[in-house]
């Protein structure tokens, strides 16, 4: 998921680290310190489009490497959150160092995750601009309910709760859905869709250079 250009409240970057607060986070995580840059996948390719599997091996060298290069990946294309199918890794787990409109930064990973939502009695829909960095380049409007709860692992095994509302729920919802195969283009109308193809078609290749750009700048 892109990060959001405008936010209702200025960052203060209090911290939550896998949904428990810490005093302090660097800017950096030491995940993105110890990983690697990779493709992300861009929407049309046969990853983005299926269900991934379930992780069922933890504590491995090979899933923390994993985690570490999502998070770097993630960093140099700007993004919010990135989730494994986007790096061509067929697996449920997804990345991500997001604010919710409030000022507070969460920054984690989680494994099969999946999402409690409200009633929907209580449930409230909220129209916000989305971005995807498989999308590179184009953003829409898409509805999603402003609070959510994901339950899943960490890459020890350990149960994961994570809590979002605002901007934050909206990245969880966003990231989730990629595990089932989906991107916001499927929430969005036909119109808004060739809309936001078209946005990308204009815009990619300024995108892709950026990252080029910024992977320069990490070392990378």
Not at 28 to 52: H, K, M, Q, T, Y
Request: glycine share 8%.
């Amino acid at each position: 998921m892109s990060v959001r250009h405008e936010r209702s409240h200025p960052v203060d970057w209090r911290v939550r680290l896998q949904g428990r607060p810490v005093g302090s986070y660097p800017a950096l995580p030491p995940e993105a310190e110890r990983g690697s840059v990779r493709r992300i996948a861009v929407v049309g390719e046969e990853i983005l489009n299926r269900s991934c599997q379930d992780v069922t091996e933890f504590g491995s060298p090979e899933l923390s490497a994993l985690i570490d290069d999502m998070f770097l990946t993630m960093y140099v294309a700007d993004g919010a959150g990135l989730a494994a199918n986007q790096v061509d890794v067929d697996l449920r787990l997804f990345v991500y160092d997001c604010p919710d409109d409030y000022g507070v930064r969460h920054v984690g990973h989680i494994i099969n995750p999946v999402l409690d939502l409200p009633d929907p009695g209580s449930r409230r829909l909220v129209d916000d601009f989305e971005g995807c960095l498989s999308v590179p380049g184009a953003g829409m409007a898409v509805p999603r309910t402003d609070r959510v709860v994901a339950r899943g692992l960490d890459k020890d095994g350990n149960a994961t709760v994570i809590e979002g509302t605002g901007y934050f729920a909206r990245c969880l919802q966003h990231e989730t859905d990629h595990l089932f195969g989906h991107t916001y283009l499927d929430r969005l109308s036909r119109r808004d869709r060739k809309d936001a193809l078209r946005q990308m078609a204009d815009h990619r290749e300024d995108v892709f250079a950026q990252r080029v750009i910024k992977a320069a700048s990490l070392g990378q």
